[in-house]
């Protein structure tokens, strides 16, 4: 069992940058693949990232690569997601997410096995 606690969200404007933290607690978060997810009102959650455990891999949503980062500290329990130019169109509850198992499919939320709550980002134009 791990929890995840998401926090940095706010309200930004357009083109600006933000970073997001996610803090684990209950197990490392070396022992995941560790992801983001969006979800807008109205809409299907949406993958952002995803980073494998050593750090050294990455995955990108089309619509955030080149703008957003994600990278891990795993002597601090903690993922980060850099976001830079962003659009109002990014505005979003962030989830951070964890899958213990590599697939193809890590686009797929059903694929994570542990969600946290979410924090809120706003882009104003």
């Known amino acids: 069992q791990v929890q995840l606690v998401e926090s940095g969200g706010g309200l930004v404007q357009a083109g600006g940058s933000l970073r997001l933290s996610c803090a684990a607690s209950g197990r490392t978060v070396s022992s995941f693949r560790m992801g983001w997810f969006r979800q807008a009102p109205g809409k299907e959650r949406e993958f952002v990232a995803l980073?494998?455990?050593?750090?050294?891999?990455?995955y990108y949503g089309d619509s955030v690569k080149g703008r957003f980062t994600i990278s891990r500290d795993n002597a601090k329990n903690t993922v980060y997601l850099q976001m830079n130019s962003l659009k109002p169109e990014d505005t979003a509850l962030y989830y951070c997410?964890?899958?213990?198992?590599?697939?193809?499919?890590?686009?797929?939320?059903?694929?994570?096995?542990?969600w946290g709550q979410g924090t809120q980002v706003t882009v104003s134009s």
């Open positions: 997410a964890a899958r213990e198992y590599y697939s193809n499919s890590y686009y797929n939320r059903d694929e994570y096995d542990f």
């Open positions: 980073i494998l455990r050593s750090g050294g891999t990455t």
